[in-house]
């Protein structure tokens, strides 16, 4: 009998796992750039680079099909996909996709899956080349792998940003997670009920961000205009806690993040309020907002300004001092992200 210990995989963490999976692989190509550990692989091409990211979604721990339209579903299988390329301050051009179906599903609502596709390709300008379809028992999974390019000029990394930095963002936080909160709440108030009618009048914000979340796909050409090339790009997709620190760690800095600053909607207020729960968490830890933090060299703070739809939220200090939310009154708050499990 085998008596060995087994380690648990919530010991590691989601990160801390695929830093332990991929610690003893090694590039043994010349043309690959950057391999684990951003939000695109980078491969040189020669006079650019290429970009590649896959994502993999999987029913009942990425989405519930009991609240989940197929066609925004499929929308945002895209958008998950198109977002990490962007955060390489890239262009997406194309996209492959993977799915595990079960005879549950008809022709018509695979249908309505990739019509949500193919309009995700049209709005982000990307050509869907290629995949596969399988059968599946354990209920419906896309995995979803997108290409871009970027100039070498203009490749962003985690890993660049430096003492002094401004921390900015796109948009604003927690709507997507005060979204999911919503369905989830009508879906089991009204679980039993023959003829449900969710209520979800003036909340129609939350429910777009989470079903139908857009990444802020001008936003590099913007500061490429104004001449500002960001020192370090990631996109949220894990929460605002989790994406900073992991910036930190991998550019070996800290950072002091100001509460009042943190941009979130009216909606997203109300909702919290209603449901008794903190809106900060929904920032710090909700994810899906699929927005853009990026750091700036301070010397450009004064061009950002002006491009409007952009929150400067802090800046970059030495590692030692940490990565902390600083309250109105001066309290210093640790950041720390639970990850996923």
Sequence with gaps: ???????????????????????????????????????????????????????????????????TPLQHLGYKAVTVAVSDIYAMNGTPTQLTLGIGISSRFAVEELDSLYEGIRLGCKHY???????????????????????????????????????????????????????L????????????????????????????????????????????????????????????ASDLLQVCRASGVGAKVFLDRLPIASETFKMAEELNTDPVIAVMNGGEDYEMMFTISLEDRDKVLGLGGIEQIGYIVAEDRGVNLTTPDGEMIAVTAPGFK
Excluded at 3 to 22: N, P, R, V
Excluded at 126 to 154: N, P, Q
């Design 1 to 67: 009998m085998n008596t060995e210990k087994k380690t648990d995989i919530a010991e590691y963490g989601e990160f801390g796992l695929i830093d332990h999976l991929s610690s003893k692989f090694e590039n043994k190509h010349s043309t690959t750039i950057k391999g684990i550990g951003d939000d695109a692989a980078v491969i040189d091409a020669g006079d650019h680079y290429v970009l590649i990211s896959s994502e993999l979604l999987l029913e009942g721990i990425a989405f519930d099909l009991v609240y």
């Design 125 to 179: 300008g990307i050509d869907l080349v290629g995949g596969d379809t399988t059968s599946s028992v354990t209920g419906l999974s896309i995995a979803v792998t997108a290409v871009g390019r970027v100039d070498k000029d203009k490749i962003c990394y985690r890993s660049g940003a430096k003492i002094n930095d401004v921390i900015c963002i796109t948009g604003d936080l927690g709507g997507a997670y005060m979204g």
């Design 181 to 240: 909160r919503l369905l989830d709440r009508e879906g089991r108030v009204l679980k039993n009920i023959a003829d449900p009618k969710p209520s979800f009048e003036g909340y129609e914000y939350l429910l777009r961000r989470q079903l139908s979340p857009e990444v802020p796909m001008s936003l590099n050409q913007l500061l490429a205009d104004a001449g500002v090339k960001p020192t370090s790009m990631i996109d949220l997709s894990d929460g605002l």
